[in-house]
């Protein structure tokens, strides 16, 4: 394994990919999905095994509305199931100092799903091991927009000159405040694209492709972008 120093303080995971392993299989889309539920939670709990601070994944877009209805809804049960199994696991969760934040704009979600995902947030709000970020309903341009507003309102109240407004201020509106900028980006499925994910904290990120399909994504291979991760020179614009 690599070695702790190169590992990265903050992956982010565009879990890509469920819909055509459904239909290479001759299944439904939402079979893919589900099956791409047990693969993020065996990643997540991997990743806070090999002590990674701060996993985010990329589990419903702003775009993905967009999608037929059933497929939407399928996706949302999904969610529901998966918040019902962490309120079950919660000992486990805690013994590994999860904590669990949801990014997105919640309020464009089913009531019911916010309510759970509140509480959720809130069972582990005192773990500090390893944060684990839900982006459902999120999007990076919404996100900047966000913070944008609550800036100029600032600056309407007079709280704020606009001289005062920088990248620190920027990154504090976002939904992932107080978290460092994401160090590696992973992507299956083949795609090679942001897809408005994480698009203010990736600036600087490490990009890292793969043709796997999300629901056959393994340890394997998160263990295989670490490890091109630390063989990766950043340079930040400098020599
Ligand atoms: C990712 O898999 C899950 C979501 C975007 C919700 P896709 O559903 O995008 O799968 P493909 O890209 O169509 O195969
Ligand atoms: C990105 O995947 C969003 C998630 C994985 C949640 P998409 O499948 O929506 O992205 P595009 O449409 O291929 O760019
Ligand atoms: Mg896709």
Redesign the pocket.
């Known amino acids: 394994m690599t070695d702790a120093e190169k590992l990265p303080s903050h992956v982010g995971i565009i879990?890509?990919?469920?819909?055509?392993?459904a239909?290479q299989k001759g299944l439904e889309?939402s079979e893919?999905?589900k099956q791409?539920a047990e693969v993020f939670r065996d990643i997540c709990t991997h990743a806070a095994d090999i002590g990674i601070k701060y996993v985010t994944f990329y589990?419903?877009?702003t775009e993905?509305w967009k999608r037929p209805q059933a497929e939407v809804s399928s996706?949302m049960d999904i969610f529901r199931t998966f918040l019902k199994e962490a309120e079950d696991r919660q000992q486990e969760n805690e013994e590994r100092g999860l904590r669990f934040r949801f990014i997105g704009d919640i309020g464009g979600i089913p009531e019911d799903i916010a309510v759970r995902v509140n509480a959720l947030e809130e069972r582990s709000s005192d773990k500090t091991k390893t944060t684990v970020n839900l982006a459902v309903n999120y999007g990076g341009r919404d996100e900047i927009v966000r913070a944008v507003r609550r800036i100029a309102e600032m600056v309407k109240k007079g709280e704020a000159e606009p001289s005062d407004i920088d990248g620190a201020m920027i990154s504090g509106g976002l939904f992932t405040a107080g978290q460092p900028d994401a160090d590696l980006i992973i992507r299956p499925?083949g795609?090679q694209r942001l897809s408005n994910f994480l698009i203010w904290q990736s600036a600087y990120a490490e990009f890292w492709y793969s043709d796997v399909?999300?629901p056959d994504f393994t340890k394997d291979d998160f263990d295989k972008a670490l490890e091109a991760y630390a063989a990766r020179s950043r340079r930040f614009g400098g020599i």
């Open positions: 879990m890509d990919g469920n819909g055509r392993w239909r889309r893919g999905h791409g589990a419903f877009s993905n996706i499925s795609e399909l999300w």
